[in-house]
């Protein structure tokens, strides 16, 4: 059914590190609530299923540079 994008951003919305694989439990099952949030949200809108991937896709881009971002700060502080 094509969930490795979903399951893929569930996992860094929750928290898990780009680089390190440092993660917890936690913050991927929340990851996945705010996925599935999202997913439902966007059916709901009568999104078209391209266009729900596109979002997904930015929503996943967003917590990747989030991350490389926080990352680069803790780095320089």
């Known amino acids: 059914m ?3 994008l979903d399951a893929i951003a569930a ?4 928290g ?5 694989g440092i993660g917890k439990v936690s913050g991927a099952i929340i990851g ?3 996925m599935g949030v999202l997913n439902m949200g966007l ?3 009568n999104v078209p299923a391209e266009w ?3 979002v997904k896709g930015l ?3 967003a917590a990747v540079a989030f991350d490389i971002l926080n990352k680069r ?3 320089a502080a």
């Open 16 to 20: 898990t590190a780009v680089t390190g």
């Open 2 to 4: 094509n969930f490795e």
């Open 52 to 54: 729900q991937q596109t």
């Open 32 to 34: 996945a609530l705010i």
């Open 43 to 45: 059916s709901l809108m």
């Open 73 to 75: 700060r803790n780095a």
């Open 59 to 61: 929503v996943l881009l």
């Open 11 to 14: 996992a860094f919305i929750g």
